[in-house]
């Protein structure tokens, strides 16, 4: 049973322009989430969290929403840029410390 | 300081024979996680320590796979009798271990074991 989805393999958008990741959840008891950057050969690598008790937590150039009712949470990027071309985990944790993840979203951002 | 390191970074072995993957977490963390990746998956979560002890070891796939950690650093995760189902790669995570689920995790490069 996959307790964190990101329901889109792949995403291509172009330099400039926003880049949106979506994240869903099934476990009501996850109230810490997480996104998470990787390149090839690395490991994870943290970008960015929400605490279930916000809805919004903004750095930089991304935005993490989280709508606890429709348990989704997405991830904005803007403007994208082609290094931020990579693979977009999202992950959750409740009262546990392990971290439960999606299976990522291919971002490639083109010139 | 350095950040988590995790050796070897390539480990090709025959199937039924042991392995033993090592991590090195940032100093001063006192949590050490092991999740493994395998081919167009998330990440698994494994086994969790704090300190040298494990309190969470759900994720253990089969008896075949164990891990210790010493001095409260280092850990190492071994897999006996290695099935081609083993493949994967294995990535190692630590965290200061301040509070649970708000603690940020940070990833070492992970270990790409291939079973033949």
């Known amino acids: 049973d996959q307790q964190v989805k990101q329901n889109s393999p792949s995403l291509s958008v172009q330099e400039g322009r926003i880049s949106i990741l979506n994240c869903d959840y099934t476990?009501?008891?996850?109230?810490?989430f997480l996104w998470y950057k990787k390149y090839p050969a690395e490991g994870p690598t943290f970008l960015i969290s929400i605490s279930s008790i916000k809805d919004k937590n903004e750095d930089g150039r991304f935005t993490v929403f989280l709508n606890k009712s429709a348990k989704h949470l997405s991830l904005h990027i803007v403007p994208s840029q082609p290094g931020d071309s990579a693979v977009y985990f999202c992950?959750?944790?409740?009262?546990?410390?392990?971290?439960?993840f999606g299976t990522g979203t291919r971002l490639q951002v083109t010139l | 300081g350095a950040g988590v390191s995790q050796s070897p970074s390539n480990k090709v072995t025959e199937k039924g024979k042991d392995v033993e993957l090592r991590c090195d977490p940032i100093?001063?963390?006192?949590?050490l996680y092991w999740y493994r990746q395998s081919l167009g998956q998330g990440l698994e979560f494994l086994i969790y320590?704090?300190?040298?002890?494990?309190?969470?070891k759900s994720g253990l796939p089969s008896d075949r796979f164990s891990a210790e950690r010493t001095g409260g650093s280092v850990s190492t995760l071994t897999i006996q009798r290695t099935q081609q189902e083993d493949s994967a790669v294995y990535l190692c995570?630590?965290?200061?271990?301040?509070?649970?689920?708000?603690?940020?995790?940070?990833f070492g490069p992970g270990t790409r074991l291939t079973v033949l």
């Open positions: 992950a959750a944790s409740g009262t546990a410390s392990k971290l439960t």
């Open positions: 476990n009501s008891m996850f109230d810490y």
């Open positions: 320590f704090q300190g040298n002890s494990a309190p969470d």
């Open positions: 995570a630590s965290s200061p271990g301040r509070g649970v689920g708000t603690d940020t995790q940070y």
């Open positions: 100093s001063g963390h006192t949590a």
